[in-house]
């Protein structure tokens, strides 16, 4: 096996008193000494600095709009500069082969693709636009929480102007900093691809900030799974359809039927068919009874005794801001709303109710 | 008091064992959100999962270190998971059982072998 590679901010992250394990081939700082908890709530109140560096970075030129179209079923021609979208990689079969950010600036598209992902994106990519360029000298910082705007503006004030979606490139120290204001939190937040030259100083600057604390990809998955955001891999995959995934409304009218680009993806037959007619299963919220969390791979039925399996969870865990266990399941589209489920955990049925998501009140700044 | 490979202490209590998790253990499975214990009454032996711990990342299990009888549970962890992260060689200990062998408990490290094991 091929060694973990490491973020360029690793030793900063040692320094900090990070724990870390491997994710997709890097080995990244899970958690901090303030413990996942800690950290989560911390970004639902102030600011986390979360290192994202392991993400996919891509430029594309100007004019590979509609390239880039025929992969994905998103509206690039019409996304204005300044602004930012999310797109899905179909597959021929209808499936899912990554999610991304699709970001226009003055001189082309700035894509943000899944690190496990990111080799086999770019070679896609590569495979129908000329000119791909893989960024790899620029590492990528998620500030999120709801004194993210604050903290940053003390340190890049043009960005207190960006809404949600919302890019700019701004300079700073003599470097650019390429911002948008998203995240994979629910919360209110920047994320900042910073050269590697300036992206310790550019950390040090926000962590300096006492409203700023370091967190780990532990709690920024569970801030994410309250947020009821999808994750490729898990509840998004070759296997489960953008449909399936609930992810339909990231594919606009215009690339559906009677859109006037309709279709001109992968597996555009079979996504807009269930657009239209439905699909076989759907994502469901799911709130366990009791405290035992139920996570991925855990199976769903309907009777706590016998009865037939409905379907399997696809993330789950313990949400801090909730204070109890929560997921995101697969279930066959026929299950009723409010029909009762169980869980199978470790031999037991648990029982479960469906749920609306997110699970909490996201503070996206529109 | 007593540490297994597996990270419990066991402390004798008059008749009967005390068990629970060190501090060593507690730090590395993180904020613990869920612990299920098993019934009072329950015959268990030796390397049989008694406990289910799950903290914000993963479920790990708790082995019986002895053989021997489950008599009490501590089921104040039940309704306050957290107190594993507070306080895990005291107030969170998981249950006591009963021995037939208390010798048995010979077998495993003091608190010095369990130092140097963790280091």
Redesign the interface.
């Known amino acids: 096996m091929d060694a973990l590679r490491r973020l360029p901010l690793h030793d900063l992250h040692a320094a900090l008193g990070a724990k870390f394990g491997p994710f997709a081939g890097w080995s990244m700082p899970v958690q901090y000494p303030a413990g996942v908890m800690a950290e989560h709530l911390w970004c639902r109140e102030k600011a986390a600095l979360f290192d994202v560096s392991h993400m996919g970075q891509v430029l594309l030129p100007s004019g590979a709009d509609a390239a880039l179209e025929t992969l994905v079923p998103a509206d690039i021609l019409g996304l204005a500069e300044g602004r930012q979208r999310y797109g899905l990689f179909t597959d021929d079969a209808g499936g899912v082969l990554d999610d991304l950010m699709i970001a226009r600036r003055k001189d082309g598209l700035f894509l943000v693709v899944n690190a496990a992902c990111a080799g086999q994106d770019i070679a896609h990519l590569k495979a129908h636009i000329e000119t791909v360029v893989p960024v790899d000298d620029r590492a990528l910082l998620a500030l999120q929480g709801p004194m993210a705007g604050d903290v940053l503006a003390a340190i890049v004030p043009s960005s207190r102007a960006m809404t949600f979606m919302d890019v700019a490139v701004i300079p700073w120290k003599g470097v650019s900093l390429w911002l948008s204001r998203s995240g994979y939190t629910g919360e209110d937040g920047f994320e900042i691809s910073v050269p590697v030259m300036a992206a310790e100083a550019l950390a040090n600057a926000i962590l300096s900030d006492d409203r700023a604390a370091p967190a780990g990809l532990g709690a920024r998955d569970s801030l994410r799974l309250e947020a009821g955001l999808p994750l490729y891999g898990q509840d998004m995959s070759p296997d489960i359809s953008p449909v399936e995934a609930g992810q339909k409304w990231a594919i606009p009218k215009v690339r559906r039927r009677g859109g006037e680009r309709e279709g001109g993806f992968p597996g555009a037959e079979m996504i807009l068919s269930q657009i239209d007619s439905g699909a076989p299963r759907k994502r469901i919220g799911l709130l366990p009874e009791g405290r035992a969390p139920m996570r991925a791979g855990v199976e769903l039925f309907d009777a706590e005794d016998g009865g037939t399996q409905v379907g399997i969870v696809t993330s789950g865990g313990f949400g801090p801001s909730l204070g109890a266990p929560m997921a995101i399941a697969l279930v066959d589209a026929d299950l009723p709303d409010d029909a009762m489920i169980w869980g199978e955990v470790r031999g037991r049925r648990l029982p479960a109710r469906q749920a609306k998501t997110p699970f909490v009140t996201p503070g996206y700044k529109r | 008091m007593k540490f297994t490979e597996e990270h419990e202490w066991l402390r004798v209590e008059g008749e009967l064992v005390v068990v629970g998790i060190t501090e060593h253990a507690a730090e590395q499975l ?2 613990i ?2 612990v ?1 214990l098993p019934e009072e009454g329950t015959e268990v032996a030796k390397d049989d999962e008694v406990v ?1 711990i ?6 790990s299990d708790i082995l019986a270190p002895l053989d021997g009888e489950i008599v009490e549970i501590n089921g104040a962890l ?1 309704g306050n ?1 957290g107190l594993v ?1 507070e306080d895990p060689m005291g107030d969170a200990w998981f249950f006591k059982m009963k021995v037939e062998d208390l010798s048995a408990m010979d077998d495993y490290m003091d608190e010095a072998e369990y130092k140097d094991f963790i280091e």
Do not use: L, R, W
């Open positions: 993180g904020d959100v869920f299920e289910v799950e903290s914000v990342k993963a479920a039940t998971p992260n």
